[in-house]
T-cell receptor, first 111, second 112 residues
Framework: LAKTTQPISMDSYEGQEVNITCSHN???????ITWYQQFPSQGPRFIIQ???TKVTNEVASLFIPADRKSSTLSLPRVSLSDTAVYYC????????????FGKGTRLHILP | ETGVTQSPTHLIKTRGQQVTLRCSSQ?????VSWYQQALGQGPQFIFQ???????GRGNFPPRFSGLQFPNYSSELNVNALELDDSALYLC???????????FGPGTRLLVL
């Protein structure tokens, strides 16, 4: 799996839009980009996944430029409950492949 | 559709003991992956099982072993427990070839 780089932490305020960028320079042609959210003492929760351009669901948007070497998770109008760690993963869950989580981005939402 | 479940939720063991953790995959999923997550770190991949066979392994010693059963549920076994094995153990299920994993709530293991 391609190695990913994310900011270690971010702070924002309630009601703001938050953008978290992930770098993945070695992304392969078949790799998808997946973001997870994790609250303390819980398992990670799938947020969104994409391959190119833009994907939007009820929770977030994912922007992927043409070269796919980075991606940006966008959380609209965050609330205190969005305080969590966000992980970016790149690749395929496939035979003999290691699934690598980085340290993620600790997002802290302030009132 | 039931989600991924894990048991037990918490466990305390002493050094040298053995432990078995259990995971029931989400309905329809044939692949189970296990992760170890130390405090403040991201999950570390232990291994993955697909149709009862190991299908990839991370950098964990052989005393970490697993099983997958015909119903796709899975066990993680750890022998000769060490203090550093204290962590949250996560199980995730998926469909082989699909990138989205669904995680259980984890088992918190404390080794004294």
């Amino acid at each position: 799996l391609a190695k990913t780089t994310q900011p270690i932490s971010m702070d924002s305020y309630e009601g703001q839009e938050v953008n978290i960028t992930c770098s993945h320079n070695n992304i392969a042609t078949n790799d998808y980009i997946t973001w997870y959210q994790q609250f303390p003492s819980q398992g990670p929760r799938f947020i969104i996944q994409g391959y190119k351009t833009k994907v939007t669901n009820e929770v977030a948007s994912l922007f992927i430029p043409a070269d796919r070497k980075s991606s940006t998770l966008s959380l609209p109008r965050v609330s205190l409950s969005d305080t969590a760690v966000y992980y970016c993963l790149v690749g395929m869950v496939d035979r003999d492949d290691k699934i690598i989580f980085g340290k993620g981005t600790r997002l802290h939402i302030l009132p | 559709e039931t989600g991924v479940t894990q048991s037990p939720t918490h466990l305390i063991k002493t050094r040298g003991q053995q432990v078995t953790l259990r995971c029931s995959s989400q309905s329809g999923h044939n692949t189970v992956s296990w992760y170890q997550q130390a405090l403040g770190q991201g999950p570390q991949f232990i291994f993955q099982y697909y149709r009862e066979e190991e299908n990839g392994r991370g950098n964990f010693p052989p005393r970490f072993s697993g099983l997958q059963f015909p119903n796709y549920s899975s066990e993680l076994n750890v022998n000769a427990l060490e203090l550093d094995d204290s962590a949250l153990y996560l199980c995730a299920s998926s469909d082989q070839g699909k990138e989205t994993q669904y995680f259980g709530p984890g088992t918190r293991l404390l080794v004294l």
